[in-house]
């Protein structure tokens, strides 16, 4: 039988208890990083509702037929949105360059979700997953490499 328990927590960082009280034992993945500092700005009274109304319809999208999330793919995606600007990061350095760029007082989760859920709309026309609504530009991204995929997304 498993234990649960609630921790009080004084002056101790969240996010690193978080990363080492991973219950399943598997290393975590940038895109859990990443969602774990997404939650950490909401309130918990709000946090399912912000999963159910913002977090999960961002994460279908990297959801395999039966339904089970690809976490590399989400992962990915969250490199690539941060390099839509033409800024390389590394795969293993998503978390790291994303968390400075969303900390502050004017960071919002709900605002952040909807621009994610924006780009993940153009990531599935970029990837192939859902065909773009104009003929020429669908066929200009079959002539893409993959190096590109950040910028247009940036530019769908």
């Known amino acids: 039988m498993g234990t649960s ?5 004084d002056n101790e960082n969240v996010y690193e208890i978080f990363r080492s009280l ?6 975590l993945s940038e895109a859990d990083l990443v969602r774990n500092f997404v939650f950490m700005h909401i309130s918990l009274d709000e946090q399912d509702r912000f999963d159910d109304e913002s977090w999960v319809p961002i994460e279908r999208h990297f959801e395999e ?7 590399g793919a989400l992962s990915g ?6 390099m839509r600007t ?17 900390s502050g007082a004017g960071f919002d989760s709900w605002s952040l979700a909807i621009e ?4 993940a709309d ?15 530009v669908e066929k200009a991204w079959s002539n ?13």
Do not use: M, W
């Open 5 to 9: 328990g609630r921790f009080v927590l």
């Open 22 to 27: 991973n219950s399943t034992g598997q290393p």
């Open 65 to 71: 037929a039966q339904g089970n999330l690809k976490g």
């Open 77 to 82: 995606f969250f490199r690539d949105f941060l």
């Open 86 to 102: 033409g800024r390389y990061v590394k795969p293993a350095a998503t978390f790291q360059k994303f968390a400075p760029r969303y």
């Open 116 to 119: 994610l859920g924006r780009y």
């Open 122 to 136: 153009h990531h599935d026309v970029v990837r192939g997953v859902k065909r773009h609504s104009s003929d020429s």
């Open 144 to 156: 893409c490499v993959g190096s590109e995929r950040p910028r247009l997304i940036h530019c769908s």
